[in-house]
């Protein structure tokens, strides 16, 4: 038989000292219960006095918690509370209550990630429902004052030009006729090459993944006409008035819920004119442009130009717009197969003027080639009435070439090279600036796929014919670099803004994307602390040129066209900001 335990004896003398009212069962039990936890208690104390006992390697679970519990909600599980909190419990949590770890501590290398305020915009990636997932755009609601109010007072933004014609259709400008039949019967527009402000924020609008909750934005865009703006005060205003509304905007950005996410990281604006025009180098009355570009909070953002620096990380090139803006995948797809089958009767041509007043220019060699072959169509430019003013004559020109000739402008870029490229010419370029190291989003890396390259030095030293190195090349290879350039048409051009295209990528979707991705790449390297700790800003052009998986900058090829005097200023000094004002003079030139 089972041993009655110890208390049925205190229950027997209770009985012996009181045979007529024996004790109630409640109080029997009452005191059993009481006689439990006490044993209970003091095998507790007695085992955690001893060392500790070797346990089953699982998640440990502590009888107490912290009293950060009190601030769990509701359907927050406890015991998971338990587990994932209980490491960090020590005597300072409970003076009275030591707590005694049930293994020694080891060192802790897998820290619990940090809460980054970005963190939800990078879990939209993660569902695989949501068709915008991670490509979400935040536009900032700016004061009309940073856009649409220039556009209202678009006869100040040209010295020169009556930019108000250029600034109907969404920013495309009025129709062009077919009289020659050089264009489809829809989609072109004499459009303004420095009208990239208002295009892409017009195409923003038709955006499919716009968001106005900016916690789960991939990017935020500041649609700031950045262009517009120092159009208006170039010539004649001094630097106040010319810094003004960059001053402003900074301020604005700065002060929003958004700024402060990333420190402006995640930012980006558009501004259709060349980077020297917003990175003016001192305070000097008489320096070039506005300071943009310079300020501590633009750095942080990035711009999207039609020519940027090689010098500087804060900008990106972005095509120049081109007289073509298909409104669907099939106005296109009929342009290309229409350039594909053209019969080409010039092996080269030139449209552009000389530049006597430049020594290093070799525009002036070039004409004089093409001058004297017969196989070269030059469209001499220059001021006046001329067919380099018309869009119909270039177009007609390059559709007849099979190569046509970019040299560099005033800048390192031309918009004659995307106007090119339209009508299927394959384009050779003389400095890699002039293409290679600005598009690199939308022009592949491997240049030779699409293009010649002709060193400068070849034409302005050692007199190399041009007619004769473009003879050299076989005719199956000139076949696919033909076709290549086809086929980048739709990364090059701006859809109508009013409309989408339904398949093709173009220009727009080009550039978002890759700022996204830009931002993307950041935040998880941020997350991951693997920021580029040793990033040269001042090779900023290689960096893009890289190969997969490559992640330091060498030695280049093209080193000796990027050689910048050590002024310290961050870009090419004078010679940029001197290029800059004679491109502005030179609007003169082809506006009308």
């Given at each position: 038989?089972?041993?009655?335990?110890?208390?049925?004896?205190?229950?027997?003398?209770?009985?012996?000292?009181?045979?007529?009212?024996?004790?109630?069962?409640?109080?029997?039990?009452?005191?059993?219960?009481?006689?439990?936890?006490?044993?209970?208690?003091?095998?507790?104390?007695?085992?955690?006095?001893?060392?500790?006992?070797?346990?089953?390697?699982?998640?440990?679970?502590?009888?107490?918690?912290?009293?950060?519990?009190?601030?769990?909600?509701?359907?927050?599980?406890?015991?998971?509370?338990?587990?994932?909190?209980?490491?960090?419990?020590?005597?300072?949590?409970?003076?009275?209550?030591?707590?005694?770890?049930?293994?020694?501590?080891?060192?802790?290398?897998?820290?619990?990630?940090?809460?980054?305020?970005?963190?939800?915009?990078?879990?939209?990636?993660?569902?695989?429902?949501?068709?915008?997932?991670?490509?979400?755009?935040?536009?900032?609601?700016?004061?009309?004052?940073?856009?649409?109010?220039?556009?209202?007072?678009?006869?100040?933004?040209?010295?020169?030009?009556?930019?108000?014609?250029?600034?109907?259709?969404?920013?495309?400008?009025?129709?062009?006729?077919?009289?020659?039949?050089?264009?489809?019967?829809?989609?072109w527009y004499a459009t303004n090459q420095f009208a990239v402000d208002v295009i892409f924020?017009?195409?923003?609008?038709?955006?499919?993944?716009?968001?106005?909750?900016?916690?789960?934005?991939?990017?935020?865009?500041?649609?700031?006409?950045?262009?517009?703006?120092?159009?208006?005060?170039?010539?004649?205003?001094?630097?106040?008035?010319?810094?003004?509304?960059?001053?402003?905007?900074?301020?604005?950005?700065?002060?929003?819920?958004?700024?402060?996410?990333?420190?402006?990281?995640?930012?980006?604006?558009?501004?259709?004119?060349?980077?020297?025009?917003?990175?003016?180098?001192?305070?000097?009355?008489?320096?070039?442009?506005?300071?943009?570009?310079?300020?501590?909070?633009?750095?942080?953002?990035?711009?999207?130009?039609?020519?940027?620096?090689?010098?500087?990380?804060?900008?990106?090139?972005?095509?120049?717009?081109?007289?073509?803006?298909?409104?669907?995948?099939?106005?296109?797809?009929?342009?290309?197969?229409?350039?594909?089958?053209?019969?080409?009767?010039?092996?080269?041509?030139?449209?552009?003027?000389?530049?006597?007043?430049?020594?290093?220019?070799?525009?002036?060699?070039?004409?004089?080639?093409?001058?004297?072959?017969?196989?070269?169509?030059?469209?001499?430019?220059?001021?006046?009435?001329?067919?380099?003013?018309?869009?119909?004559?270039?177009?007609?020109?390059?559709?007849?070439?099979?190569?046509?000739?970019?040299?560099?402008?005033?800048?390192?870029?031309?918009?004659?090279?995307?106007?090119?490229?339209?009508?299927?010419?394959?384009?050779?370029?003389?400095?890699?600036?002039?293409?290679?190291?600005?598009?690199?989003?939308?022009?592949?890396?491997?240049?030779?796929?699409?293009?010649?390259?002709?060193?400068?030095?070849?034409?302005?030293?050692?007199?190399?014919?041009?007619?004769?190195?473009?003879?050299?090349?076989?005719?199956?290879?000139?076949?696919?670099?033909?076709?290549?350039?086809?086929?980048?048409?739709?990364?090059?051009?701006?859809?109508?803004?009013?409309?989408?295209?339904?398949?093709?990528?173009?220009?727009?979707?080009?550039?978002?994307?890759?700022?996204i991705d830009k931002v993307t790449k950041l935040r998880r390297d941020i997350i991951e602390?693997?920021?580029?700790?040793?990033?040269?800003?001042?090779?900023?052009?290689?960096?893009?040129?890289?190969?997969?998986?490559?992640?330091?900058?060498?030695?280049?090829?093209?080193?000796?066209?990027?050689?910048?005097?050590?002024?310290?200023?961050?870009?090419?000094?004078?010679?940029?900001?001197?290029a800059a004002k004679k491109s502005w003079k030179n609007e003169q030139r082809s506006q009308?």
């Amino acid at each position: 038989m089972r041993r009655r335990p110890p208390v049925s004896s205190y229950h027997e003398e209770m009985e012996k000292t009181n045979d007529r009212h024996p004790p109630s069962r409640l109080c029997f039990l009452a005191t059993l219960a009481a006689m439990f936890w006490v044993f209970i208690f003091y095998f507790h104390f007695s085992m955690l006095s001893n060392s500790p006992i070797n346990l089953p390697e699982r998640p440990t679970r502590f009888h107490r918690i912290s009293s950060n519990a009190q601030h769990l909600s509701k359907d927050q599980d406890l015991s998971e509370l338990t587990s994932s909190s209980a490491p960090h419990l020590s005597k300072n949590n409970h003076p009275s209550e030591p707590v005694v770890m049930p293994h020694p501590k080891l060192p802790d290398t897998h820290p619990a990630p940090k809460n980054y305020p970005f963190t939800r915009a990078l879990r939209t990636l993660e569902n695989k429902s949501d068709p915008c997932g991670g490509r979400y755009i935040y536009v900032h609601d700016l004061p009309s004052r940073f856009n649409d109010d220039m556009l209202k007072d678009c006869r100040k933004l040209s010295l020169w030009t009556n930019m108000c014609k250029f600034m109907t259709n969404a920013g495309m400008g009025p129709p062009l006729e077919n009289i020659n039949g050089v264009f489809s019967n829809t989609g072109w527009y004499a459009t303004n090459q420095f009208a990239v402000d208002v295009i892409f924020s017009n195409r923003l609008k038709q955006y499919e993944c716009l968001t106005k909750d900016s916690s789960i934005a991939a990017a935020i865009f500041v649609p700031f006409y950045a262009g517009f703006d120092i159009a208006r005060y170039l010539w004649g205003y001094n630097i106040s008035v010319r810094d003004a509304a960059s001053l402003d905007l900074v301020d604005w950005l700065m002060k929003t819920p958004e700024w402060s996410v990333m420190g402006g990281r995640d930012h980006f604006l558009v501004a259709g004119r060349i980077t020297w025009d917003f990175r003016r180098l001192t305070d000097s009355e008489s320096d070039w442009g506005n300071k943009l570009l310079f300020l501590p909070a633009a750095k942080n953002m990035s711009m999207l130009v039609v020519e940027s620096s090689p010098w500087n990380a804060n900008d990106f090139g972005i095509p120049y717009p081109t007289y073509f803006h298909p409104a669907k995948d099939a106005d296109v797809f009929i342009w290309q197969d229409r350039m594909r089958k053209l019969e080409r009767k010039f092996l080269f041509s030139f449209a552009g003027a000389p530049r006597p007043d430049n020594p290093k220019s070799i525009r002036g060699q070039i004409i004089n080639q093409c001058k004297k072959s017969k196989v070269c169509k030059l469209l001499e430019c220059d001021f006046g009435e001329s067919k380099c003013h018309s869009p119909s004559s270039i177009m007609q020109m390059f559709q007849s070439s099979l190569f046509c000739l970019q040299p560099q402008g005033d800048s390192y870029t031309r918009r004659s090279a995307f106007d090119s490229m339209l009508a299927g010419c394959i384009p050779v370029f003389f400095h890699p600036g002039s293409a290679y190291t600005q598009y690199t989003w939308h022009l592949p890396r491997n240049y030779s796929k699409y293009s010649v390259f002709i060193p400068e030095d070849d034409i302005r030293k050692r007199n190399v014919s041009i007619e004769e190195r473009l003879k050299q090349i076989p005719s199956d290879v000139l076949k696919d670099m033909r076709e290549e350039v086809l086929n980048l048409i739709p990364r090059l051009i701006y859809a109508d803004p009013r409309s989408k295209l339904e398949t093709l990528k173009d220009a727009f979707d080009v550039a978002v994307q890759a700022i996204i991705d830009k931002v993307t790449k950041l935040r998880r390297d941020i997350i991951e602390d693997r920021e580029d700790k040793d990033f040269i800003e001042e090779n900023s052009w290689k960096y893009a040129l890289l190969e997969e998986g490559q992640q330091t900058v060498g030695a280049h090829e093209w080193d000796p066209f990027f050689s910048k005097p050590k002024d310290g200023g961050g870009d090419s000094g004078s010679s940029s900001a001197d290029a800059a004002k004679k491109s502005w003079k030179n609007e003169q030139r082809s506006q009308s």
